[in-house]
């Protein structure tokens, strides 16, 4: 087996300024907690990234640095052949400082404070913290839950909330934290929708290199040309290639006017130049089929995860239900039947007594008070780890 592709070797990730450790390595957590939080992978990222990074480091001169042509070209073809959609190379547009920065971006650009923006609940915090945090008001439509799990859009209420004269919808596809990987019809609806009622969509897609083999990922700017004119589609290849540490990502936004009040600001701030390692590992990643090959196998160590997730829990732990997840390396759990009173006493449990460390459901909002959000993207070994201790933690 190739060293880059053995996810089941555990990696010691503690004083590598590891954002998920940071606790840990700072002496401020309990050492002895697993921590399945921060959505980031914790395998070795694929061999050829590694390399390509490291002979760009020995060149030994890191001044500012800007994308080529064929960086550029690599993400369209990249979407062209994982997607089966391609986005005209004048929609493109990028931000160094990531998908949350352009999201924050495009608020500030299309909103004044106190304007409506509407967002599908629960969902990721930033994509509604950047509404409260910038003072503009939430309107909140909650998905559907099924007693099978099933999550899905509320569409009577979302076109009622959408008539609130709302400026923009924000959208995460997969959605995080459930994973739902959203189907074209459920898409188009939201378009039409957003027709209906003049409402520019942020359509966050970072997620969608990272879906399980028999989804397939439907960009939303390719609904049609009026769709992409009205919408801001969001990529990077942090998720499906571990690079969150770069910093990187890719707009598709079609209406040319505000991709040039975009750039304008990007050029205010001084945030037109690319993270240089970023670029570096984007296109290694987005090029060498090795890298395709090292994404293919990890979605389907991760969907063995999910699968043993939604056994062992079946098996062993019947006060909690998992949501089954389509895409992302996330689960969502539903732990109503814990029978804590609130989430903070949920935390409690987790922290304290199961010693495991997820995202708190209610960090997505209140729909999501007595949910956890846990990361997947682990060494089996780390899973069972984590299982036995919430199995156990019940027990005692
Ligand atoms: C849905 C979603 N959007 C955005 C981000 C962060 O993106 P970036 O680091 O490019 O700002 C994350 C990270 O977890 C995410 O899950």
Redesign the pocket.
Known sequence: MKADRNFDEIIDRRNSCSYKWYKEEHGLGDDDIIPVW???MDFRCAEPIVRAVVERAQHGLFGYALRDQAHKDCLINWQTKRYGTTPKEEWMAY?P???????NLVVEILTQKGDNIAVLMP??D??YEVVTKSERNLVESELLIGEDGSVTIDFEDLDKKLSQNVKILIL?NPH?PSGRVWKREELQSIADLAAKHNVFVIS?E??SDLVAKDKHHITYYSLGEDVAKNSMS?Y?A??GFNL?GF???TLVIGDQNLKAEFNKKLSIAQTTTDNLFGAIATKAAYTDPECEAWLDDVIEYIDGNKEYLYKYVADNIPQLKVIPSEG?Y?AWVDCRGLGCKDGKELEDFFMNKAKVEPCMGYEFGKQGELYVRLNLACPKSTLEKVLNRIKEAIGR
């Open positions: 921060t959505a980031d931000a400082p990531g998908v949350l920065f352009a999201v969902n990721y930033p994509l995460s995080n966050d970072i997620h969001c990077s942090n998720k969150g910093q990187t990502s992302t996330l």
